[in-house]
Nanobody, 117 residues
Framework: QVQLVESGGDLVQPGGSLRLSCAAS????????MDWYRQAPGKERELVAR???????NYADSVKGRFLISRDNAKSSVYLQMNSLRPEDAAVYYC???????????WGKGTLVTVSS
């Protein structure tokens, strides 16, 4: 049973923008803090952005001012608007849900973002 499905990854030039989407099953989304992580080749997976049920957001220092995380409760979806993309932003981006009441977490399969001219 697929719980989290990402989309929106693409090849983009430096300085460009992309919007990632993650559709979650309602039973998970409505009870979870939602995150975007990324993993570049040869590097550890890192937290990029987080949004709580109440809409509080946190960002990695490397993306502050360039990325924006949001959630649409009606659509059980979380988004990552990425602007001013840099080559170092290239990675597989993963959607993650941390269900607040029991601590269970869920991962999507990832979507590839390539930043290159």
């Amino acid at each position: 049973q697929v719980q989290l499905v990402e989309s929106g990854g693409d090849l983009v030039q430096p300085g460009g923008s992309l919007r990632l989407s993650c559709a979650a099953s309602g039973s998970i989304f409505s009870a979870s803090t939602m995150d975007w992580y990324r993993q570049a080749p040869g590097k550890e997976r890192e937290l990029v952005a987080r949004i709580t049920l109440g809409g509080v957001t946190n960002y990695a220092d490397s993306v502050k001012g360039r990325f924006l995380i949001s959630r649409d409760n009606a659509k059980s979806s979380v988004y990552l608007q990425m602007n001013s993309l840099r080559p170092e932003d290239a990675a597989v981006y993963y959607c993650h849900a941390l269900r607040n009441y029991d601590g269970m977490d869920f991962w999507g399969k990832g979507t590839l973002v390539t930043v290159s001219s």
